[in-house]
């Protein structure tokens, strides 16, 4: 199945790059239409990428300031470059795509300073048709010795003004925000992925890939459209703190004429290392239900007490509710003993092995197993990770012991406020995606890994990519989801789910907790609501990908609306391919998904505050079968404002020649599942 | 007139400070409330401050990190302490009180590295009763040299919660924003003055003081309340570059029990050197009209063609409404040439000595003359300040010559975005508040200087107090002021001008512009308008200080509400002294000010969206005295949103031993002038 090729790269046409003429090197991507030069000049590094022969990037330099010692950012010169190719399709043990085409030239640069200690590093950059990934390769006999990184001097210096969407950096929420739209030039401070699109249409997405053992990149405004990487501190305010050799996550830039060119992209998970874990067929994606939107409507509580939700009563009620209906898991938050101290504050308080009395493990796992499910196991840290990595092989043991083979895990601290404690037990502070994170999940990700337990980090640190090297990895929250809908005031507007997908769905899965049936929930919080049709609920779980998948609603109002249910009993959450049929960033999107393990095809449409009607061609389906679409679509009336619940459920016979209207009303979505009759 | 005291200063009684016993240094308040303590632990740094026993930072770091060394932050030692007390009074030339006092305790701690080489430099620290000053000074034999500062390591920790008012930096809209109100562990990184209220009251305001070769401060969040300084960056990335002996602005912290207490507070003006630019005499306080509303309404135009503003006979005709009703300048907006290109994104279209043909400067400026009036100059530079530092020698002898005795300077580029060019003629791009930006005013304020000329410049760099050593600039802008009603939908909030007093003021002098009678302008901008009663635009003269104030409104719109008129035309803009008399953050705030050489009061007093009553002895005015106060209140039923206009001017006999009930209408204000009748 696998292949690989590595050939000499011979050098292409490329665009050229002005006032950059000597010691430069170039490559271009496998199509031709991408190229990266790199040139010093003065005895600055710099790189430039341009596309079709019009600059992406102008300019742009490179290097480090050091804490201890002189910045790697002057006198330097270009000692040699080597260039070569590489083809390869891999193999998803589960994914958006069973298998993934890795095609790409690179051009590694070796740079030098010319006097002095002359220490050296190399730049390596990986060139693909849909966008390039860059990092810093330092050796260990690059002379740098244990460093402490003040700053990466790694510009992005945009040729072109763009329309932008974009979370603010540095900020108390985390990456929970609504997002931006706004001109290039007035970006201060933004988290990746930052998606743009040009006035002449180009659209670019700035990342990285792989973040391990390193903090997290954010983009810093320098000067009208020229922005530098900005690496979250330690506690000391040193960037990155390393001893040897050592790679810095890959800086990517997705570079694609449509916005649905982005979605098809697979270059971070592409710049990932492969599978570390070895066999990783314990890794189930899934659907699940659980205790949890009962806490963020105030009907239930995480912490003990007559509306205490993890009773032993109460888990039972849904593990009969998910063996009926075909479900593999159930989340049960607030399980642990430490929800009734001052847990947001203190996250110290709790305890990962000591249920509630009124909550019985051995019971419910067992219970859980008689009838087909397991239970996903919850692990809220509140931020306070030495007391969480204190316990946390003690209690996947516990866990995995009793058939959990998921655990969502939660690190709801404020931006800046994850704990840790140092040798002294003294309190040390660390961002979500500071250097220290990256390497703490990395350890719950392998302490997970030996009890063949899979982890969905809640406040995690961003995703690069890293589930191809940690398929244990299953997905991630990490972006303002549902539960806003049931108190964040005016909760999340209809066109965030249509920003999503080119934005924070690019760096990899999304536990979104999608599927809340009661739109409006007036008598638990009437002063919320969540702002979409009843169709649009179902779309979601095509649109939003995750190869587990949550029905967030209380099962009471799945009951109610069994017809519409009926579609997510049927989706999956594991494909064999994934298409983007059409889309326009904060606008719309269309995608089409085929099982993976199976025949059917799924549709997911959705759209934002406007309503449109979406021609598609069906020719994605496989030619020469007849299939019959299963129809979840706005009713004629639907509006989410003043109709959300007006559905229509209808079937057609159709094939790959056909096209669909797909008719989406304002806050509106769609879902289609295609069944193959022969 | 002046004293000086310098005496040798006992240290008294100070706060605990936990776990840095050895190696501390101590000084107080000379009202022995607020304490300061500098340590070292583990060879780092920290100072403390607490007041009356109660922590108010905690152990905060002290340092920097450098670009081309070893940063100064691992391994210190304290060798040498000092302390001094200083008390004085000193006049100033115009101001908001004509004597000011000086009185600190002095603590200055010698600093240096124990190994190596020995690198060492000083923190001095300035305690006032009203809050501290500190710096960094470096003397020549320091050890450091030539030097990038990339990171100056002065933390913030403060010791408790508190809601803060706030602005963003490093933002493209520079320094004009709406205020946010949050919590401290929300702000993530901020401009200053950023003023905060602790839940147990106490006051904090965080700015800086004498700006001048160095970077402005922002405040970063680091974890929880705890902030670092961040350094405004130069085009390289290189924060500071300096050689050889230098001091850095003062670190200031405001701590007062009331807000009140902050608006009194002389601290900043305290920190900065006094008067370089010996007799000042021909920096004249005053108030002005202009060429300039009209434009923000889109009725007259900055460029040439049939609206054009600035034309000869325009002008005379606000030369006459000045010399009728007692105005000093006239401001013309749109008299040069650069205003029909592009001149937002090249400010190099600009010619300083070239007037449109239809403005003829030579004859206005005799016009001027003739009738007691000065032309007020203006220089848009749109933040190409090479293109004005070339032009602005012979502009201001040009000027100087036709009697201008003030320029208003503009550098509306976005943030980043000021341009200069290298010696090769190659852009570089600068922050407002960046060093270079820092000297470039200090350039502009000399030469204007030698040709008597004063300085009000618009988008500039934040004041730090610099007033002080150069009086002749006069004025800024720094903040979001009336024009954003103009066009900035939905304009500014009743409140902003509740929050401007305790945050932007501290700073010093802001040309707001404030005296918009037209307050809908439903003809010219439909969809925007003012939010505010007209009694509160009257109040703004007082409450907003300027040594000078423009009458923003157009003529005849000041003609058709002579009544209300009559305040501005009365209000002086130089004053003996300034008291607060009440007031909250954000809700209301009222001063009295007593006019410099003469015998009348003046109070304003302003609300936001709430309307309330606040009660006031008349205690401030000279004893034994009877004054007519001749009183611009809201009407009974005023009310910014449905009833603005609405309002009564009455008069009464009072003294200092009545009190006076100020009824304010929601969004409204109060304007009072006490005029002495023995």
């Known amino acids: 199945m696998l292949k690989r090729i590595v050939s000499i790269f011979l050098i292409a046409l490329l665009a050229p790059v002005a006032a950059f003429a000597a010691d430069t090197?170039?490559?271009?991507?496998?199509?031709?239409?991408?190229?990266?030069?790199?040139?010093?000049?003065?005895?600055?590094?710099?790189?430039?990428?341009?596309?079709?022969?019009?600059?992406?990037?102008?300019?742009?330099?490179?290097?480090?300031?050091?804490?201890?010692?002189?910045?790697?950012?002057?006198?330097?010169?270009?000692?040699?470059?080597?260039?070569?190719?590489?083809?390869?399709?891999?193999?998803?043990?589960?994914?958006?795509?069973?298998?993934?085409?890795?095609?790409?030239?690179?051009?590694?640069?070796?740079?030098?300073?010319?006097?002095?200690?002359?220490?050296?590093?190399?730049?390596?950059?990986?060139?693909?048709?849909?966008?390039?990934?860059?990092?810093?390769?330092?050796?260990?006999?690059?002379?740098?010795?244990?460093?402490?990184?003040?700053?990466?001097?790694?510009?992005?210096?945009?040729?072109?003004?763009?329309?932008?969407?974009?979370?603010?950096?540095?900020?108390?929420?985390?990456?929970?925000?609504?997002?931006n739209e706004t001109r290039l030039h007035q970006v201060p401070l933004a988290h990746t992925p930052i998606t743009m699109r040009r006035d002449d249409g180009l659209h670019i997405s700035i990342h990285e890939a792989a973040l391990t053992n390193y903090s997290g990149m954010s983009l810093l405004k320098k000067h009208g459209t020229t922005f530098e990487a900005d690496l979250a501190p330690g506690p000391d305010g040193i960037k990155v703190q390393l001893d040897g050799a050592f790679v810095t996550p890959w800086r990517t830039l997705q570079i694609t004429e449509s916005a649905t060119g982005l979605l098809d992209s697979n270059l971070i998970l592409n710049l990932n290392e492969p599978n570390k874990l070895g066999d990783v067929s314990w890794v189930k994606p899934g659907k699940y239900v659980g205790i949890w939107w009962g806490m963020h409507l105030a009907v239930e509580t995480w912490g003990s007490g007559p509306k205490h939700g993890a009773t032993t009563a109460n888990t039972k009620r849904y593990i009969d509710f998910a063996a009926k209906n075909g479900f593999d898991g159930v989340l049960v938050e607030g399980w642990n003993e430490g929800w009734d101290g001052d847990w947001f504050n203190n996250g110290d308080v709790f305890n990962f092995t000591k249920p509630y009395p009124d909550y019985n493990l051995t019971e419910l796992g067992k219970y859980a197993r008689d009838r087909g499910v397991r239970i996903v196991g919850h692990h809220e840290t509140s931020g306070s990770v030495t007391n969480y990595e204190n316990q946390m092989a003690d209690s996947f043991e516990l866990l995995a012991k009793n058939g959990v083979a998921q655990v969502k895990t939660g690190y709801v601290a404020h931006g800046g406020d994850i704990k840790r404690l140092d040798e002294n037990g003294n309190?040390?502070?660390?961002?979500?995606?500071?250097?220290?994170?990256?390497?703490?999940?990395?350890?719950?990700?392998?302490?997970?890994?030996?009890?063949?337990?899979?982890?969905?980090?809640?406040?995690?640190?961003?995703?690069?990519?890293?589930?191809?090297?940690?398929?244990?990895?299953?997905?991630?929250?990490?972006?303002?989801?549902?539960?806003?809908?049931?108190?964040?005031?005016?909760?999340?507007?209809?066109?965030?789910?249509?920003?999503?997908?080119?934005?924070?769905?690019?760096?990899?899965?999304?536990?979104?907790?999608?599927?809340?049936?009661?739109?409006?929930?007036?008598?638990?919080?009437?002063?919320?609501?969540?702002?979409?049709?009843?169709?649009?609920?179902?779309?979601?779980?095509?649109?939003?990908?995750?190869?587990?998948?949550?029905?967030?609603?209380?099962?009471?109002?799945?009951?109610?609306?069994?017809?519409?249910?009926?579609?997510?009993?049927?989706?999956?959450?594991?494909?064999?391919?994934?298409?983007?049929?059409n889309g326009e960033i904060g606008d719309f999107v269309t995608f089409a998904r085929k099982e993976r393990g199976g025949d059917d095809w799924f549709l997911g449409s959705l759209t934002n505050e406007e309503g449109r009607t979406l021609e598609v061609s069906l020719d994605f389906l496989d030619a020469g079968r007849s299939y019959t679409a299963e129809i979840y679509r706005d009713g004629d009336d639907a509006d989410w404002d003043t109709n959300p619940y007006a559905m229509v459920i209808e079937k057609k016979t159709v094939t790959a020649a056909d096209k669909m209207a797909l008719r989406l009303a304002p806050g509106g979505g769609m879902a289609v599942r295609f069944t193959s009759a022969n």
């Not at 300019?59 to 006198?75: H, I, V």
């Not at 994170?437 to 890293?466: C, F, Q, Y």
């Not at 398929?471 to 539960?483: M, S």
């Not at 009951?559 to 983007?580: H, L």
């Open 25 to 179: 090197a170039q490559v271009t991507s496998p199509d031709g239409k991408l190229s990266v030069s790199v040139m010093t000049e003065n005895g600055r590094l710099y790189y430039a990428v341009a596309r079709d022969g019009k600059s992406v990037l102008d300019p742009s330099q490179l290097g480090f300031r050091l804490s201890e010692q002189k910045g790697f950012e002057k006198g330097l010169e270009i000692t040699a470059t080597d260039t070569s190719t590489f083809d390869e399709t891999w193999e998803q043990p589960w994914g958006e795509r069973h298998f993934v085409r890795n095609h790409y030239n690179q051009l590694s640069v070796a740079v030098a300073e010319v006097d002095g200690a002359k220490r050296h590093l190399n730049v390596v950059f990986r060139v693909y048709d849909d966008g390039i990934g860059f990092r810093y390769d330092v050796p260990a006999d690059g002379g740098f010795g244990a460093i402490g990184i003040t700053d990466e001097i790694t510009e992005f210096a945009f040729a072109e003004e763009a329309t932008v969407w974009w979370i603010p950096a540095r900020w108390w929420n985390r990456y929970e925000y609504i997002y």
């Open 427 to 581: 309190a040390i502070f660390e961002w979500h995606d500071g250097q220290f994170m990256s390497e703490h999940h990395k350890r719950v990700l392998i302490e997970a890994a030996k009890h063949k337990i899979a982890i969905n980090s809640h406040e995690p640190i961003k995703d690069t990519g890293l589930r191809r090297t940690y398929p244990n990895w299953i997905a991630r929250e990490g972006a303002r989801g549902q539960e806003y809908n049931a108190w964040g005031s005016p909760g999340n507007p209809p066109s965030h789910t249509a920003v999503l997908p080119y934005t924070r769905m690019l760096s990899g899965p999304m536990d979104f907790t999608p599927g809340i049936f009661d739109l409006l929930f007036e008598e638990e919080q009437p002063n919320d609501r969540v702002r979409t049709t009843l169709a649009k609920q179902l779309s979601l779980y095509v649109v939003l990908y995750s190869p587990i998948q949550m029905a967030a609603d209380l099962p009471e109002n799945y009951e109610a609306r069994m017809d519409a249910f009926q579609f997510i009993r049927d989706v999956p959450t594991d494909w064999e391919t994934s298409i983007a049929l």
